[in-house]
């Protein structure tokens, strides 16, 4: 069944609904009606290792709808489950939407369609799209979270005057997405993007051969520069155990050994841009992801890079996400206008 919701003059209502709760002001329930927001809209789901998060969005970018529910662990079918009970519910209060993106962790192999690379280890082989394709009736997009973060960054969000805009995630992960002319660049092998599994360039002795990762190999990257690669630094160089955020505290009140650990983090951070930047150069690169709160990184990750780009001069901007935790499921519901 559907629900309208009209305020006092009939107009619709938009309606907010943020996590379990819903605020709707000056408006009754009338049933049933097919479509209850007069103007077409789309859904973008982010699909999380702890959670999902789904949104209705006008064509102009406005929220009209949102929930987040907890991600099911280790059970593929609960998944699905999760997501359609989503989107039922996003559309008993907007109607039917006109497209459906998905953001995931991993990718679809663009040769077998199956998942591959998440770190959601349960999804990795399963026919991801087909199955949901089947349950909810019609066709969905789907795309790499760190995609559909620098995509919507590059649509209306930090990048929107940029051409080339790198997406880069540094989280529980870390990962990116490369967008060209408001397009996902996913390349050949579904990997555009992926810096996250390079090797930490211009390595230190200390630094070799460097963390093992998940992925098989030693030094990734993402041992590094993911918070977890963070605070494991901080712990083998002080045997002291701190998130990212209390690190930053500590450094800010003059904690040395805090301090000395984000120094190297930031050049660290700093080496792996720029052996991206080498290749291609982008006009803006867009931080997500928890460490991306860390405000010093954007003005001491700019001074560090220059040394180690090919170039006399850099004006490459390294910015903050414009729409933060909500990058990923906006990205989502711009899938359908992308290359
Ligand atoms: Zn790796």
């Known amino acids: 069944m559907a629900y309208c ?43 999380g290792g702890t959670k999902i998060e789904g949104a209705s969005f006008s064509n102009t970018g406005q929220v009209l709808a949102r929930r987040r529910v907890p991600s099911p662990q280790d059970d593929y079918g609960q998944s699905l489950a999760a997501i359609k009970s989503l989107i039922d519910y996003l559309e008993g209060n907007t109607g039917p939407a006109i497209s459906l993106g998905i953001g995931m962790p991993g990718t679809l192999s663009p040769e077998t369609k199956l998942v591959k690379n998440s770190n959601s280890t349960w999804l990795n082989g399963m026919p991801m799209a087909t199955d949901l394709e089947r349950l909810l009736g019609r066709p969905v997009k789907f795309e790499n979270d760190a995609n559909c973060f620098a995509l919507s960054e590059a649509v209306d969000g930090a990048g929107k005057y940029s051409r080339l805009v790198f997406g880069v995630i540094i989280g529980t992960g870390t990962g990116g997405g490369l967008i060209f002319d408001k397009g996902i660049w996913s390349g050949k092998n579904a990997i555009g993007g992926e810096w996250g599994h390079n090797p930490l360039p211009w390595p230190s002795r200390q630094e070799q051969p460097g963390p093992l990762c998940y992925c098989g190999r030693r030094g990734c990257l993402e041992t590094f520069l993911s918070g977890p690669g963070l605070s494991a630094d901080h712990y083998h160089a002080t045997g002291r155990r701190l998130a990212p955020d209390e690190l930053a505290e500590s450094a800010m009140n003059g904690d040395q050994d805090a301090e000395l650990t984000l120094t190297r983090y930031e050049d660290r951070l700093a080496r792996g841009l720029a052996s991206l930047m080498n290749v291609i150069d982008p006009e803006v690169i867009v931080l997500g992801g928890g460490l991306s709160h860390l405000n010093r990184l954007y003005k001491n990750v700019p001074l560090l890079w220059d040394r180690y780009v090919f170039s006399d001069h850099v004006t490459t901007q390294l910015l903050p996400p414009t729409h933060g935790a909500s990058s990923g499921v906006r990205g989502a519901a711009w899938l359908w206008d992308t290359k």
């Open 5 to 47: 919701l009209r305020n006092t003059e009939n107009q619709v209502a938009l309606v907010h609904i943020e996590l379990e709760r819903e605020i709707i002001s000056d408006s009754k329930i009338c049933v049933p009606m097919p479509n209850t927001i007069d103007q077409p809209h789309r859904i973008g789901i982010d699909l």
